[in-house]
């Protein structure tokens, strides 16, 4: 599918919907949210605490169902699936990177690295995790566990177990935001290598402007509605 521009198409979400509560107690965490991403295209979406940002990116994600809506992943109505096809869709065609690194302590870089594919019956190629460890600057920490290395080193793998099944989406949830200053640059220029070496889509949430700056295109969402651009003018 080509959207307006004439590019493929790998996502789009129609009046997406997400409602918590019922009657006074009802709070709207997104509100009739319809936007497309292209592939190979990086997308930040910003919004402070409380905007919908992480509910968005969950439910684009395949991790929590919408109150109304749908989301599109290369033409696949995800939610019309079963909640079995959904777990394998999602484990082979989105890559989810939260703020907080979620390794396996008890497991090795490399490990961590391919549990997904172990997770899938599959064993990954050796020179796929070779090149990926490379892209990561691990190549020399596959034997090392979590705690062996650094906050910015664990992101990595973190990064690199998302990659490692090459999926359609990399949605990253504030990637940065237990980082310094310096490991958080880091980062962001292994998810913009990652964009340029694989043509690998991204979709960034965060509430730092300035990493989103250096996105394709920025998205704004405030009070659980998107905005094209951070002006507010404008749905995406």
Known sequence: ??????????????????????????????????????????????????????????????????????????????????????????????????????LIPVLTVEENLTLPCELDGRTPKKEVVRELAEMLGLEKRLGALPNELSGGQQQRVAIGRALITRPAILLADEPTGNLDTRSGNEIMELMKESNRRYKQTVIMITHNLELAKQADRVLTIEDGRVFDGQTGEGRA
Do not use: C, W
């Not at 709070?27 to 992480?54: H, L, M, Q, T």
């Not at 699936?81 to 777990?87: G, I, P, Q, Y």
């Open 1 to 102: 599918m080509k959207n307006y521009y004439g590019q493929t198409e790998i996502l789009r979400t129609e009046h997406l919907l997400k409602r918590y509560g019922k009657e006074a107690n009802e709070i709207i965490a997104v509100n009739d949210v319809s936007f497309s991403v292209s592939k190979g295209e990086f997308v930040a979406v910003v919004g402070s605490s409380g905007s919908g940002k992480s509910t968005l990116m969950h439910m684009l994600g395949g991790v929590d169902r919408p109150t109304f809506g749908k989301v599109l992943i290369e033409g696949n109505d995800i939610y019309g699936m079963s909640d079995d096809k959904l777990a394998i869709f999602r484990r082979r065609q989105v890559g989810l990177v939260y703020q907080f690194y979620n």
